[in-house]
């Protein structure tokens, strides 16, 4: 019989946020985003900022925002390790948006003190974010 779920476990440095069973999922791998099924061959990649979509076996979606890490898809199971991890329904969208400004402000500043890359990672990560709380909408 063929398996209509496949277990995932989500995990920063400081906690596993989730450990369960889902029917489908979308990884924001730096390629691209991944679309996951049960039976997925193995695969090894990165992990970007971004949306995170967990689907159970009642088409409940769980969306997460996720920064940097690596995923592994083996034997019917995933193992995601991200920098940071939050669910969409705990993001503070206050402060992300500040975190945008502040981020937008920096890149069109003229000071060279400040780190462009840095800028624009933290640009990337709050954009992300936003998005990620806009889902719940």
Request: no cysteine; charged share 25%.
């Amino acid at each position: 019989m063929k398996n209509t779920s496949f277990h995932l476990k989500l995990i920063t440095r400081d906690r596993t946020l989730i450990d369960g069973d889902y029917a489908f999922a979308v990884i924001p791998s730096g390629a691209g985003p991944l679309g996951v099924l049960p039976g997925h061959t193995s695969l090894m990649g990165t992990l970007n900022a971004g949306l995170l979509v967990l689907r159970d076996s009642e088409k409940k979606e769980t969306p997460v925002f996720v920064d940097r890490g690596f995923f592994m898809i083996a034997n019917d199971a995933i193992t995601v390790t991200a920098r940071v991890a939050e669910l969409a329904a705990v993001i503070d969208v206050d402060r992300a948006t500040a975190a945008r400004d502040r981020a937008r402000q920096r890149l069109n500043s003229k000071d060279s003190a400040f780190d462009m890359f840095r800028a624009r990672s933290a640009l990337n990560r709050a954009e992300a974010r936003l998005k990620v709380a806009q889902s719940m909408n």
